[in-house]
C-alpha cells in the first residue's frame, strides 16, 4: 500500500488523482479526512496495488499531487474465494458474487448491474438489490 | 453563523485563512471534513461571529478561499453566566473560569495559563490542569 | 435542534453525555469530528429532541460536557408516516417498519429484533435482515 | 438545505444517490462523517437546492436512502458576483470564472476544461491551472 | 492489526459487528471515515488482538461485514506498566490504573467505576473523575 | 512511524502535545478521527519522525496523552529530491522548492515565505503563490 498525508492539494485535484490512479491500475484508492499542523485539514491518500503498477501510480501521485515523499508498506491478506453468477430478478439479470472463507458464504449482487437495472426500470437501487437477493434464497445458495 | 462548503481550497489556505479569521474577531472558526461530488475531500468552513463583524469576515473568506457563496444563519444560544478567578498551584498561578447556569456549576483552568505554566515547570499539561481544579475543591466551590 | 462544539471534552465523557441524553428522552445524538483552533480535534455535538425536553437536556450538556455555550435552532420537517408489523422468518418473528411518503414505499426490519434473532440461531445479522425482507417481497406489500 | 442523518444506508447506495440527486437538479450534495447511536457510524447527506426543486429531490432521498424524515431550513446567503471568459494556454483554450464582491476579485479555471486539457496534453491538471492562471495575471485581470 | 475498507456496509451492522468482536476477545475495535470511489462514504475497520484470536476475529469480519479480503499487518509496541488500585471518593471507591514508563508516571481513574459512582450519586462524571484523581494528589503518588 | 489511539484525551491536550512533538524533532504529527468502543469519539495521533528521536517522542507521547501503548512500525519511502531557489514576486522575495522524480518535477512556493508577503502586502495568500510560481514559468523552469 502506497501512503502520502497532503495539506495543500485540493480536493479537485484529489478526484482527478483518484480517477487516474484507478484508470492506472490502482486496485482501491481512498482518501481520509487528517489534522495537519499549523491548522490545516489534510488528507491521507492510500492506494492498494500490485507490486508491478507501483511504479506508474508513484508517478501518478508525486506528478498529481503536492507530495515530496510516500511511505509503501507490505502486509499479509487474508481473502475470500469469489465466483459470479447470473439471477433472473424483475428488473432484469444481475450478477451477483458468492464469497466463501472456511465455511462462511455470502452473496452481493453487482453495483454496477444494479444501478443500471434500477435506472432502467425506474424503482430504486435497493430494491434491485433485494431481488437479486431473494433469487438467491430461493435457490437455497446460502446454505452451504 | 457563517457557512461554506470548499472542494477546491488546500489546507494550507484554510490555516492561513482561519488565522485571518480569528484576529479580525471571529469568535468561533472550524472546519468539518466534507465528501464532495466527483470524489473531491472538502471541508465545511464554519464561523462564529457578532453580527457587526459579519461584513469584515465575509471579505477574508471571499478573498482568501474560493468560494463563490456563503451561507449565513441566526440561532438561539443557551449560555453559562462566568466569572474568572485564580488559583495557586505548585507550578504558579492559574486562573480558572467557573460557569454557572441553573444550579449546574463547573470549573475549567484556562488553557493558556496551564500551557505556561507546564512548558515553565516541565510537567504535563495535565498535570498543571489537576493542581488547578484541585484548588476549586479545597477551596469547596463545586458545590453551591 | 442543539449544537455545541467542544475541544475540551474527552470521548470517554461525550459516550457518558450521550448515553445519558438518550435516557433522558433525546431523539438523536450524534457527534462529527471538528477541527479546531490551535490545532485541537474536536466534537460537534447535536441533539434532536421535542422541544419540551429541551431544559432537561440543556441541563445534562452544561453538567456533562466543557462547553459554556449551545445553539439551539428549529426546522421544518418532512417525514414519512410508518407502521409496525411483524413477519416469521427461519430466525424467529421480526418487527418491520413500512413507510410511506406519497407514493414511495419501503420497509426496514427492525434492529433489536434482527439483533435478537442473530445472536440466538448463530447467523449473521444481514442473513436475518435478507430473510425479513423476503418475508415482505412474497407478502407483495412493497408494490402498491 | 434538506438534511437526513444515516446509519442504515450503505456508502453505495448514497453514492448512487449523490448522482440521483444530482441528474434530478440538486445544486451541491454533501455527505459527512458522524458518530450515531449504538457505535453506529453514519453520515449527514445534506442537500442545496432551489426551493421549486424540493418535491422531486425529497422524493429521491426517501426511495432510494433508508432515512424516515428528513430536516429543511433556510438561510441567507451572500454571494460573488460571476461571468466566464476563455484565455489561451499552450494545452488548449481554458475558461475561467471571474469572481466579484465588493472590491474582492478573483479568478478560477473551470475544472472541467482543465481536466480535458490536462487528459490531452499529458499534463498534471496543476499545470493547465497555472497556464490559466497565467494568462489572467499578465491581462492584468486581478488588479480592479 | 486487521484492517478492512468498506463501502457496502451499513452503520448498523458496523455497530453490531464492534460488539461481537469485543465479545470475541478482540483488545480493540475502531472506525475510521474513509473517502472511496465513486462518492461513496466508506469506514475503515480496524482489529487489534492477540495473534490467538486471528482466526475467530477474521471470521466474524467475514460473517457480518461485506469485506471480501482484509489487510494484517504487525508492528512492534512500547507499553507502559500498569498497576491498578483504590481510593475512596465522596462519591464511593474508585479504581485507579497507575501507568510507569520510564520515568513518567501517571494515574487515570477507571472508566466503569466512575460512571456507576455518578449515577449512582447524580454527579457528572467529570466530578467522580476530580475527586478520585485529587485522592491520588493528596497520596503524594504522582511524585517519583 | 508512532501511532496511539485514545478516547479520552482532550483535544486541547493533544493540540499541545503536537506543538511539544514539533518541538523535539518530529517530522510530522497528524490527527485522524477515529470511533471507538461505547460510543467514544476518538483520536488516532500519527507522529512520522527519525529513529533516533523516537525515545524522546515516546516519553512527550506517554506523558502528555492518556495513552498507556503505541505501535511503531517502519515502512519503504520513495521521495522527490528538492532544492529551494528564490523567485521575486511583486510582494516580495519568495523561496520555491523545486522537487524531481524520475522524470516529474514540481514547484511549490514556501508556505511561511507567502504568509509573511501576503500579510506584508495586504493581498491573499492565493496572490503570492500565484505570482510566485509564474515567476518560476517565465523562466522556463518547469520543462525540463
Ligand atoms: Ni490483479
Ligand atoms: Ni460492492
Ligand atoms: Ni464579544
Ligand atoms: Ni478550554
Ligand atoms: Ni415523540
Ligand atoms: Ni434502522
Ligand atoms: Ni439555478
Ligand atoms: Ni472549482
Ligand atoms: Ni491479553
Ligand atoms: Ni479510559
Ligand atoms: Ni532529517
Ligand atoms: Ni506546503
Not at 482518501?31 to 501510480?57: A, Q, W
Request: charged share 30%; with cysteine; glycine share 6%.
Amino acid at each position: 500500500m502506497i501512503h502520502a498525508s497532503l495539506d495543500d492539494t485540493t480536493g479537485e485535484t484529489l478526484g482527478f488523482a483518484m480517477e487516474q490512479l484507478l484508470v492506472a491500475g490502482a486496485l482501491d484508492v481512498s482518501f481520509t479526512p487528517l489534522y495537519m499542523k499549523k491548522n490545516r485539514p489534510g488528507v491521507k491518500l492510500e492506494v492498494i496495488c500490485h507490486r508491478s503498477d507501483e511504479r506508474k501510480l508513484l508517478e501518478i501521485i508525486f506528478r498529481e499531487t503536492t507530495t515530496l515523499g510516500v511511505r509503501i508498506s507490505e502486509s499479509r491478506r487474508a481473502v475470500m474465494t469469489r465466483e459470479l453468477r447470473q439471477v433472473e430478478t424483475p428488473f432484469g439479470p444481475v450478477r451477483v458474487k458468492r464469497a466463501h472463507w472456511q465455511g462462511v458464504v455470502k452473496e452481493s449482487p453487482e453495483y454496477e448491474d444494479c444501478r443500471k437495472a434500477a435506472l432502467r426500470a425506474g424503482v430504486s437501487l435497493q430494491a434491485v438489490y433485494q431481488s437479486a437477493l431473494a433469487q438467491t434464497d430461493t435457490e437455497g445458495e446460502m446454505t452451504e
